[in-house]
């Protein structure tokens, strides 16, 4: 008789063991994930910030493959046909490698063909030019705006913010107090659409996980001006100190209200301020002359023609790279003001002699009173000071910075996206020594609002501390 066999357990104690294998081995598997310690908030977000590094690199990396992929089929394509048996023998061993990867890939498995057809990199038709990658390796500290991709932006980003940074980084909003309201704007749309999660508290919970990722992605557009690093930092001293039982509503309303205000007295008021004390500064008969296009030197000029008093302008532009005079001298000759423009810097010169004041706008003001402008304000200053001319600059106090100190144009500046090559490069900004200044004009200090470049940490006191 045959005898059949049989790969079950033999035996009852056999069948018992084995089910207590089976039961044990989920357990075994379950205790790491169980085990695995708690991330903080400060590892949780070094981690997310890794991952996100990293989806970068690796996009980066794809598109940078598909380009030397295209750039190969091209010249493959354009190459030259002649010598028969040169082209049918490199045809036979493309055919044969390609024979030989295709039997390669048919003897895996389908799990890892479908992973290897994944990971390879769709072809790309072009590649936008990244303008650092032509930055010598000794200028790579100064920041480029470039526009982020809105598929590589985080997910945590407002749409609003999405488009704020857009416009920075294409250098459609160009003056930092735009960029500062069109911030300050953005992030009360954040305020407005966002709900804490249940088990957390809006003071702790809204810095970290949504306004940092917001700040995070307008970095990376362009860097921020000194005006937005103040006013975030004043909005999340704010944030901290609300109350930890403040329900979400009055939370956000309180925010909501105390960016309002910051506009109003920071931006609004103080720009009043300032155009008022410097239109008293011009009298009958000045020439003022003025480089480019600064919105207060632009009020100031106004709100002096308003006063009833008789005076020129001066507009000097460095075309082909700032022609934004042009505009402002199309806007004071509809006023009727009398205005002399000159495209190029050749018209400094020409207009000097006559020239009675200096007025220039300021993008910032460092600790030790040196002026941050446009690129070319320091060289109308250090002229308009050689020829003994006053040299007046208008500024806010929102973009003072008590910290920071600045002797030359290469620490803190950023790259022109627009003019930017592997020979050459253009800086968007200068800096401007404090001794190549007459007087700064604010919102604060003396009555008359005007005090010499150097009383910069004195006119912050003053602000925190009026008394």
């Known amino acids: 008789m045959a005898t059949e066999t049989n790969n079950s357990p033999s035996g009852p104690a056999d069948q018992k063991k084995e089910q207590k294998a089976k039961q044990e081995q989920p357990k075994q598997e379950q205790a790491p994930a169980g085990g695995a310690p708690k991330l903080s908030n400060a590892e949780l977000k070094a981690k997310k910030q890794a991952e996100k590094a990293a989806r970068r690199a690796q996009t980066v990396a794809a598109k940078a493959a598909a380009a030397a992929g295209a750039a190969a089929a091209a010249q493959a394509q354009a190459g030259p046909s002649g010598g028969d048996s040169k082209g049918s023998k490199q045809g036979k061993s493309k055919q044969d490698g390609t024979a030989a990867s295709a039997a390669a890939v048919k003897g895996q498995p389908a799990a890892q063909r479908r992973q290897s057809t994944a990971a390879r990199p769709p072809p790309a038709a072009s590649v936008d030019k990244d303008p650092a990658i032509s930055i010598p390796e000794c200028f790579s500290h100064i920041p480029v705006a470039k526009r982020i991709p809105l598929s590589e932006a985080d997910k945590d980003v407002h749409p609003a913010v999405l488009a704020v940074g ?180 050749a018209g400094l010169r020409v207009n000097l002699g006559r020239t009675t004041k200096v007025m220039i706008g300021a993008e910032a003001m460092f600790a030790n009173g040196s002026l941050y402008g446009p690129a070319g304000t320091c060289d109308i200053a250090m002229t308009a000071r050689d020829g003994g001319v006053p040299v007046i600059a208008l500024c806010e106090t929102i973009n003072f910075d008590r910290d920071r100190v600045a002797t030359e144009s290469l620490t803190y500046n ?54």
């Open 166 to 345: 857009q416009s920075m980084g294409a250098l459609h909003l160009r003056d930092n107090i735009s960029r500062l309201e069109a911030t300050l704007l953005a992030f009360k749309k954040v305020l407005k659409s966002y709900e804490t999660p249940q088990g957390h508290v809006f003071s702790r919970y809204f810095v970290p996980h949504v306004l940092n990722p917001q700040i995070e992605y307008l970095t990376e557009c362009r860097p921020m001006c000194f005006s937005m690093g103040n006013a975030i930092r004043l909005l999340k001293s704010r944030v901290t100190k609300l109350d930890v039982e403040l329900p979400d509503e009055e939370a956000v309303k309180v925010l909501s209200e105390a960016v309002d205000n910051f506009i109003e007295e920071k931006i609004a008021f103080a720009e009043y301020v300032i155009a008022n004390n410097a239109a008293e500064m011009i009298i009958d008969g000045d020439v003022i002359l003025t480089y480019g296009h600064a919105r207060l030197v632009r009020k100031a000029i106004l709100e002096a023609w308003k006063a009833g008093k008789n005076f020129e302008v001066a507009i000097v532009d460095d075309a082909p790279y700032n022609s934004t005079g042009q505009g402002l001298a199309t806007l004071l000759k509809k006023e009727g003001i009398r205005v002399a423009y000159h495209e190029k810097f």
């Open 414 to 467: 950023e790259i022109d996206p627009e003019r930017c090559s592997a020979d050459s490069f253009r800086l968007l900004f200068d800096t401007t020594s404090d001794k190549y200044l007459t007087v700064v004009v604010t919102e604060y200090e003396t009555g008359s609002g005007n005090s010499p470049a150097t009383a910069i940490t004195s006119i912050l006191r003053k602000q925190e501390d009026p008394n």
